[in-house]
């Protein structure tokens, strides 16, 4: 349109021209039709002035000026006498944006594409950047297999000028793919070259890392990934010749052909090196993966390159290039590997900056790194302080650049850049059980207290079974080697039946104090002591905890309470290699501790746990992770007092169910339960004498030892958008959990016994429960929350179900 209201207007310059009209002075230029944009503005974009001489080339350069200020749709010049008159008329002013029918591209990404476009609200309209808009729209509607999609801009007029923008998008469906044909391939069958594809035919539900739906950029991963299907096991010649997509007549069905040459294999000859080695020729022929004569592997000679770049950025050579030559021999389909080295400059670090830590302190994020500054670049330590700084839980996400220093080809600063996370919480749950009903908790955590990195717990929590008031402190540098201290005080009031457990009553008060050693990056010890004194009331004498009551007898005061004073000692030791500490996707972290009452204390006892969990990611993007966690858990008593074998005590014994154990049962409502000796109670039938007359209950009472078992399967999840994706994570599992009493001695039930039905051998810890279910965890402003749904598989009557919990304040 441009060109044609250019093109006439040059005519009519030069019929004005041929009427006798020559070139003329101008003495008064005009311009008509300015609504939005302003007169000075438009004359500065004129390369002509009053008194220039104007002909008709003069003409088309006012012409193309104006409309290169990309504020005119029409264009005319005309003369009046001697002045110039230019008659424009305005694009329109955009008044909104919108978008319909889209679902495949978010508003986001279409508004940051329109942006770069210059359609923006309030600027002029541009129809021309919108039909290159439109068809950018449909050609990536192509490339992910939508070939019916239209895009179209709807234009609005309205008053004064302006316009309403909206696109309408009519996506349709995505080809599917009907059929992928190899052509060429006599080594390998057609099944096992599309086992290595994403893309397939007649995909299964459960094979959620396929897809049928045809996309132009995962069919050229799927060749890449061919190619090394190929490399891995020797051809190095294999290629690609053709690619052929076919689209049905209706646009809804694709047709693949790869024509492909595999080839022959070759065997490595030898392995040479050249070039920059800085003395460690030796250190890199060490991690050459090929013998004499063993066939190509394209995966380990990739492995091998990044090795070398490894050992030299962890030298200082933050740059290094690594390329491996073949030489082939293909008379003997064999070949020779010069592997060139070229290592760089040796850099150091002048400056270590941290950006994104508004609350978190400088010395915090400093204290965990190990790349010094001024000293050289070392690769693996950069990493180092990468993984602490995960591993902390005060940040969603953590990256490190490199940036050269300008003027300089010596000297890199590192920025870390951090997206800090709630470090705080407050600790609020909610759980509804078939059977429990409701219940809530409260509490209060800061884990990065004004972001000195301390933690402080001042904490009144309060539920229905239990009041507890501590006030908690630990500084992880309490000085600089990494020396930490800690300490609480606690006031505790436990009611047991109101918490699915037998009844007894438990006040408590006491203290300790920890001290933690780190040993090397990954592993922590930790020693403590502490005190505390018990008064448990209303205890109930069932068969589990006679044992435990004879041998604390002189504990025991008139109203039948036992009141102890125990001091105890504790030591921990912890491996941490995950790879952050909110939400990992990858790595180890196990933890051993044991606690043990010193000689002399009233109750005389040990008790030790380990934890673990293992993820292993699925898929490179750790969208896929696969979680194990296990538990394994002992304790009893040690030496004698008034002749009487010490136990565990009863309020130190291990329970299961509820989110943190195993989901889908009541809290604490799973294992062995009370079992009562009463001879005179009748009901026991034939049992008499001096034989025992046992009536069980389903009061839960715990147990010494204690076996957990989960596998979680964490996938991506639905309807999440990216913003969100470091905050809450979907998974779903399958937990197991065994409980049991190393010191309770079975005896077949009387068929009359009273509550049979809950009895079985409680020493055998073969006797496990099973559930499965779904659990997503968001970590919200007011700290975690974690929903589950989950329903048992395997269970004992007795086992309280419950379906649904919802909590704040506890991640698993």
């Known amino acids: 349109m441009a060109i044609k209201h250019i093109l006439f207007a040059s005519l009519l310059a030069t019929s004005v021209s041929a009427n006798g009209a020559e070139d003329f002075v101008v003495q008064d230029i005009r311009i008509e039709g300015l609504q939005r944009v302003a007169l000075g503005a438009a004359l500065l974009k004129m390369p002509v002035r009053i008194g220039d001489s104007v002909d008709s080339k003069d003409i088309s350069e006012i012409i193309n000026a104006l409309y290169q200020s990309g504020n005119f749709e029409d264009i005319k010049v005309l003369r009046d006498k001697d002045a110039l008159v230019i008659r424009v008329k305005e694009r329109p002013t955009i008044a909104s944006i919108s978008f319909s029918g889209n679902s495949a591209i978010k508003e986001e990404q279409l508004q940051q594409n329109l942006d770069a476009s210059g359609i923006v609200v309030g600027e002029a ?23 019916n999609a239209k895009v179209q801009a709807v234009v609005t007029p309205l008053p004064r000028n302006r316009a309403d923008l909206k696109f309408v998008f009519s996506e349709g469906v995505s080809a599917k793919i009907k059929q992928i044909n190899f052509i060429g391939n006599k080594v390998f069958t057609d099944q096992e070259l599309l086992s290595r594809f994403n893309l397939n035919v007649d995909v299964a539900w459960w094979n959620f890392l396929a897809d049928d739906k045809y996309q132009k950029q995962v069919l050229a991963g799927d060749i890449e990934a061919l190619k090394s299907f190929y490399l891995d096991r020797g051809y190095l010649k294999f290629k690609v010749d053709t690619t052929q997509v076919s689209i ?12 492909i040459d595999e080839g022959e294999p070759y065997q490595v000859k030898d392995v040479k090196f050249r070039g920059q080695l800085i003395g460690k020729e030796a250190e890199f022929e060490s991690m050459v993966p090929f013998k004499d004569g063993d066939t190509y592997n394209g995966s380990s000679v990739t492995a091998l390159e990044e090795n070398i770049k490894r050992v030299l950025g962890e030298a200082g050579y933050a740059y290094p290039q690594v390329r491996t030559i073949p030489e082939f021999d293909d008379e003997n389909n064999q070949v020779s590997l010069v592997i060139n080295v070229e290592a760089g400059n040796r850099i150091y670090v002048r400056d270590i900056r941290f950006t994104g830590n508004n609350s978190t302190k400088d010395e915090v994020l400093r204290r965990e790194m190990r790349q010094m500054e001024s000293s050289w670049l070392n690769s693996k330590s950069i990493e180092t302080g990468k993984n602490r700084l995960n591993r902390l839980g005060f940040f969603e996400t953590v990256d490190v650049q490199t940036v050269r220093v300008p003027g300089t080809d010596d000297q890199v600063d590192l920025v870390y850049d951090v997206k800090e996370a709630n470090s705080g919480s407050i600790n609020f749950g909610v759980g509804y059980g078939t059977e429990s009903g409701i219940s809530f908790q409260v509490g209060l955590q800061q884990d990065n207290f004004a972001g000195s990195g301390d933690r402080v717990g001042i904490s009144a929590m309060t539920n229905k079974y239990q009041k507890n008031i501590t006030l908690d402190y630990r500084d992880p540098y309490w000085n600089l080697d990494g020396v930490s201290l800690g300490g609480q005080v606690f006031y505790n009031e436990f009611e047991a039946s109101k918490a699915g457990i037998i009844d007894y009553t438990d006040q408590s008060y006491g203290g300790t104090l920890t001290w933690g050693f780190p040993v090397d990056e990954l592993n922590y010890l930790e020693f403590g002591g502490g005190y505390t004194h018990s008064r448990l009331g209303n205890i109930k004498e069932y068969v589990q905890i006679e044992k435990f009551l004879q041998a604390q007898e002189k504990n025991l005061d008139a109203e039948g309470n036992l009141i102890t004073d125990d001091f105890h ?42 934890d673990v969990r293992q993820y292993f990611p699925i898929t490179d993007s750790h969208s896929f992770t696969l979680m194990l966690k296990g538990r394994l858990g002992y304790g009893n008593g040690y030496g004698q007092t008034n002749g009487n074998d010490n136990l565990l005590p009863f309020y130190e014994n291990f329970y299961v169910g509820g989110f943190s154990t195993l989901r889908g049962f009541r809290q604490n409502s799973v294992g062995p339960k009370a079992v009562y000796n009463d001879p005179n109670g009748g009901g026991c039938g034939s049992v008499g004498g001096n034989n025992p007359c046992y009536s069980a209950t389903e009061q839960s009472v715990g147990g010494n030892a204690v076996a957990l078992a989960s596998v979680e399967l964490i996938v991506p999840t639905p309807f999440a958008s990216d913003e969100f994706r470091n905050q809450i994570r979907t998974s779903v599992f399958f937990d197991a959990a065994s409980l049991w009493d190393t010191e309770f001695t079975y005896i077949s039930p009387d068929p009359n016994m009273p509550g049979q039905q809950y009895y079985y051998d409680y020493s055998d810890p073969s006797n496990y429960r099973a559930s499965v279910g779904v659990a997503v965890q968001w970590m919200s402003p007011m700290g975690p929350l974690v929903f589950s749904l989950a329903t048992p598989v395997k269970k004992f009557e007795g086992d309280k179900t419950e379906a649904f919990t919802f909590t704040i304040g506890n991640t698993f």
């Open 125 to 147: 309209l541009d129809r021309t950047t919108l039909s290159n808009i439109e068809k950018g729209l449909e050609d990536f509607y192509y490339s992910v297999g939508k070939y």
């Open 569 to 610: 000692l504790t030591a921990s030791w912890t491996r941490n290699n995950l790879n952050r500490g909110r939400f990992p996707t990858a790595g180890n972290h196990q933890k051993l501790y044991g606690k043990v009452t010193v000689p002399g204390s009233d109750v005389q006892y040990f008790k030790a746990q380990y």
């Open 248 to 259: 049905s007549p209706d646009k809804k069905g694709v047709y693949i052909t790869l024509g």
